[in-house]
């Protein structure tokens, strides 16, 4: 999936190093927080665009003679508002690229010999805490 977006895919980026052979396990972690991170950015991205283009296409209707579409376009508009700061996906998204980031950074130094399997899986359980789990504020 990731070759096409010209980036380089965790699951194949790692295939018979160190990490693989000796904590794969890890390396599971690492690509399932990649994917995640990737689709948390998706969905922010693609619920701003939506928040901003059913609210643009409300405010261009008002005063015309398309109430209900008026009534849909704010109701979409607002849903798409709500849903992207209700699970607080922005912050969601960032907080899952930047376990992956710190993850991946001690999986590159583990395969150099720098830092131990300790420090790896130290790794892991920080990226697990700062992913943290799903919230919903309604205000």
Do not use: C
Not at 14 to 31: M, Q
Not at 36 to 60: E, K, P, Q, W, Y
Not at 103 to 120: A, C, P
């Amino acid at each position: 999936m990731w070759k096409r977006l010209g980036i380089p895919d965790s699951g194949t980026l790692y295939t018979g190093t160190r990490i693989d052979k000796e904590l794969p396990v890890i390396l599971k972690y690492l690509i399932q927080w990649e994917n995640m991170a990737f689709l948390l950015r998706i969905a922010h991205v693609t619920l701003g665009v939506s928040a901003i283009f059913f609210s643009l296409l409300a405010a261009s209707q008002i005063g015309s003679l398309h109430d209900d579409a008026v009534k849909i376009f704010a109701f979409l508009a607002a849903v798409s508002v709500a849903l992207m700061t209700g699970f607080n996906l922005g912050e969601k998204s960032n907080n899952a690229r930047n376990a992956w980031r710190n993850l991946n950074t001690s999986i590159m130094r583990f395969n150099s010999n720098e830092v131990s399997e300790q420090e790896v899986i130290n790794a892991y359980q920080e990226g697990e805490k700062q992913i943290g789990d799903i919230n919903f504020s309604s205000g």
